[in-house]
């Protein structure tokens, strides 16, 4: 399997849910969100109910990237890799975790800029534990044999 | 590819790769506009003000469950031109196949075999076997004066044995047949990847 797979079992999920939701009520958050480097929303925690957090994410995995390359094409070590956006109304910090894991933090723009910083850092420190930790105690359903056959059906009623 | 047991979800990604103005961005394109809205997002476009990709189109298409299992599509396209090779190979980073659009034009072919290449070295550096790596090749373009025949393409491309669609993305000839055998590639190669 390459690096990029990820699976997540439910209670991971759970745990993962429960550190972004305590993020969010710590202070006046819009948006928390983890995501992959591969544009993957992973989960998500906010109090708007109509963000497209998708797009969000594919965005967002893209910005990391391309910044995270300017920084290597400079000569940079991919040390400290943090992406901040100063909106009138709005901050946005977009961090990295770990090698392919990035964390998304929306906030209300009086929310002092150290400790959004701070918060994702123990955030992502608690999302490294998660991501790290045993294998999803709940057995992955192993895909049917007709899995791929239902799958195609389902594609042909479609287009 | 990221499977959350804990939603029943299996998410995949799709990557349009091909060379400049091939007609990747045109495949998203006629997609989302011949997708019901309930299974599809938005469609972003990071585009110049020529209307040529900088970073990448992005669409979701959402499945209906099967076996339980809800299957989410991320389909991305790269910018074509040559002086975004950065861009291309991070877009490739996670995926889990690729279509590859062929400009069918005869005077396209050095760029596609080019293209052709650079993706397959990727695609390596990223730690794939193209041996088994879904790759679905679309030649597109065939409703254009002076395109090569499909079995020249073929051979200067040397893409035997993978699953090859005739396409006239600009109006849609091809795009689904295309789409469907990448979207059934990549779930057959799922069920190899977690047993
Ligand atoms: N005649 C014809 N024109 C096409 C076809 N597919 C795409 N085009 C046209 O070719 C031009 C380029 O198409 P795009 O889809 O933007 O190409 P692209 O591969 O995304 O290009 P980059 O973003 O620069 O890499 C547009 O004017 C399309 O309308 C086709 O099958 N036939
Ligand atoms: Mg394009």
Known sequence: MTRSQLVLGPSQLNDLRTALAQLGQQADVYLAMIADFSGQDI??????????????AALAAGDMMATLEVGRMLGGKRACNLIVQEHDELTILIARVGEGLLLLLGTAKDV?????????????????????????????PA????????FAAQLDSIW | MFINWGLGELNLKIVYYGPALSGKTTNLQYIHARTPPH???????????????????????EMGKVHNLKPK???????GQVYYAASRKLILQGTDGVVFVVDSQAGRLADNQESWYTMEQH???????????????????RDMPHVLSVSE??????????????????RGAGVFDTLKAAMNAVIGQVKTAIR
């Open chain 1, 143 to 150: 895909l049917s044999d007709d899995f791929a056959s239902s």
């Open chain 1, 112 to 140: 002092p800029l150290g400790w959004s910083r701070l918060a994702l850092k123990r955030t992502g420190d608690r999302i490294l534990a998660v991501i790290g930790s045993a294998a999803p105690s709940a057995p992955p």
């Open chain 2, 73 to 79: 599509f991320k389909l991305y396209t790269v910018p």
């Open chain 2, 153 to 170: 393409l073929k051979r200067q491309l040397a893409v035997d044995g993978r699953p090859q669609f005739e396409a006239a993305a600009a």
């Open chain 1, 43 to 56: 989960v998500s925690w906010q109090n708007r109910h109509d963000l497209d957090t998708s797009s969000i």
């Open chain 2, 39 to 61: 299974m599809r997002g938005r469609l972003i476009s990071l585009k110049t003000q020529q209307e040529r990709t900088l970073l990448f189109d992005f669409l979701q298409l």
């Open chain 2, 123 to 141: 695609l390596v550096e990223l730690g794939h076997d193209l041996s088994t790596f879904p790759i679905i090749v679309q030649y597109n373009k």
